[in-house]
């Protein structure tokens, strides 16, 4: 994990070594893991959104329905004077989505629908498949993520690179204002803004996102029928596993725009090959996290 390719170049005489060097940053394990949850949660978002469809508000609390005002979420669409219009509604406040959510599609050709065509799988409505796809990929990123664990127990990545130290913490209000201002280090080292956000995706969101997959189906109800009560009932499991997606999507972007801030060549050959080109550290620098 921490062995040295060589000097990314050499010091002239009377000069100090620059130590720009590659460093095998991303184990076998992390790189093909990293992969297939990539996968997995593309493949899963958009079944999701289709299941979505087949009925789409979100509720919080064990029971929904017309004499029940505990939605949260929804989306439609109405018909108006010039129209119909698709709308999506937050906690009773409406807003007018047309051509997106609720309603959309080609011109001459649009239909009611919560996400369009483009964003589900499989474009046209087909609830069965939208479930089969679903599952498969969502016990296929259960079984690497608990394959993940394993090996990085064992290897020490979780210990290594992942677990935040008081030092840390010390330099958080630093990491942030960094890359508040897109100043980038590339070391070996993850910084502490990135331990928070990869502890919190692979620690937080992940296990919740599979615990509340679990608690909204009716057969792992007789297994875990503790589960639901502990979410809160169905409707509240259903809210939280949508909730947490958008959370995953969001880290998705800024993930995204970091490798693009910090030298995407960089990043990706790290996260393809394990190999990673490191700065020379500056004068009086004791630690800098690398981005992405």
């Not at 007789?222 to 502990?230: D, G, I, K, R």
Request: charged share 15%; hydrophobic share 45%.
């Amino acid at each position: 994990m921490e062995s040295v390719a060589g000097s990314m170049s050499e010091a002239k005489p009377g000069e100090a070594p620059s130590q720009k060097e590659l460093v095998y940053r991303q184990s076998a394990w992390t790189r093909l893991t990293h992969w297939l949850w990539a996968v997995c949660l593309f493949f899963m978002l958009l079944s999701g959104l289709q299941i979505f469809n087949a009925r789409p508000q979100l509720y919080l609390g064990k029971q929904s329905g017309f004499e029940f005002n505990n939605t949260v979420l929804q989306i439609g669409a109405k018909d108006t004077a010039n129209g119909p219009r698709g709308y999506t509604e937050i906690f009773g406040h409406r807003f007018d989505t047309t051509g997106v959510l609720g309603w959309s599609g080609p011109p001459g050709e649009e239909s009611a629908r919560a996400f369009p065509s483009w964003a589900t799988i499989p474009s046209y409505y087909d609830l069965g498949t939208a479930r089969v796809v679903h599952f498969f990929f969502a016990w296929l990123l259960s079984g690497t993520l608990l394959v993940w664990l394993l090996a990085s127990l064992i290897n020490g990545h979780i210990r290594r690179d992942l677990a935040p130290r008081v030092e840390d913490l010390k330099r958080l209000p630093g990491d942030i204002a960094n890359h508040a201002r897109l100043k980038f280090h590339h070391t070996r080292e993850y910084n502490t803004l990135q331990k928070l956000a990869y502890g919190g995706v692979l620690f937080v969101l992940l296990p919740l996102m599979i615990l509340t997959g679990l608690a909204m189906s009716p057969s792992m109800n007789s297994v875990l029928p503790f589960l639901n009560e502990v979410l809160g009932g169905r409707q509240t499991a259903r809210t939280i596993h949508f909730t947490v997606m958008a959370l995953l999507v969001m880290f998705f972007i800024v993930h995204m725009l970091m490798i693009l801030a910090a030298g995407p060549i960089n990043e990706l050959r790290s996260i393809i090959t394990g190999w990673y080109r490191t700065d020379a550290p500056a004068d009086g620098d004791s630690h800098t996290g690398r981005d992405a």
